[in-house]
Structures are given as C-alpha cells and as structure tokens.
C-alpha cells in the first residue's frame, strides 16, 4: 500500500483495536460490546470485500472461491504451526470440535 492517508488510517485502527484489547482485558468493556464492535468491523470487512470483487476482473464466485481456500489453508497452517510450538495447547477445550471439523473437510475433499 503506497497511500500515506490510508496508512496512517489503517494504522489508527490498529491502535484503536489494540486499545479495545487491553480494556477489554481490564474489563472495561463487556461481551456484548465485543460483539457490536466485531458485527461492525465484519461489516467492514464485507463491504471491502464487495470492492474487491467488484474490481478483481475476476468472476465475483471464483475469486470467492479462491479467497475462502487461501483463507482456510493459510489458517491451517497457522494453527500447525501454533499447535507444533506449543503458542496453542494440545489439551485446549476446543481441539476436539476442530479435530472433528478437519477430518470431516479431508473426508469432503477425497
């Protein structure tokens, strides 16, 4: 990105969500203000999204399409790594749900 405004724009945001974060972790900030603020940046995020799309020069479903794999296999990664390192533990509550969501994606992809 070579925009200065947009940088610093971003670069607010940031500091803005960082900021949320740590009052958040303080508990100045409730759940359910957590989840208007997300609703709101998810909102954002589709809207960038539609831009995107709209400007890929690509079909609007395949560059979907694309996008969502990348995603998915970016986050698989990600969380192999994390899981390898010991950043995530291998007893966490939540390795059941995923183990079965990730055999269930390698059972649909045969």
Do not use: Y
């Not at 740590?22 to 809207?47: H, P």
């Amino acid at each position: 990105m070579s925009d200065p405004a947009m940088m610093d724009q971003l670069a607010k945001l940031n500091l803005e969500v960082q900021g949320i974060e740590a009052r958040f972790g303080q508990g100045q900030v409730s759940v359910a203000t957590l989840e208007a603020i997300k609703c709101a940046l998810d909102e954002v995020r589709l809207r960038l999204w539609g831009l995107l799309m709209s400007n890929s020069g690509e079909a609007p479903e395949a560059f979907h399409q694309r996008f969502r794999l990348r995603r998915a296999t970016e986050l698989c990664a990600r969380l192999t790594s994390d899981l390898r390192s010991g950043v995530l533990p291998k007893d966490h509550s939540d390795i059941p749900d995923m183990h079965k969501a990730a055999a269930d994606l390698a059972l649909a992809t045969e």
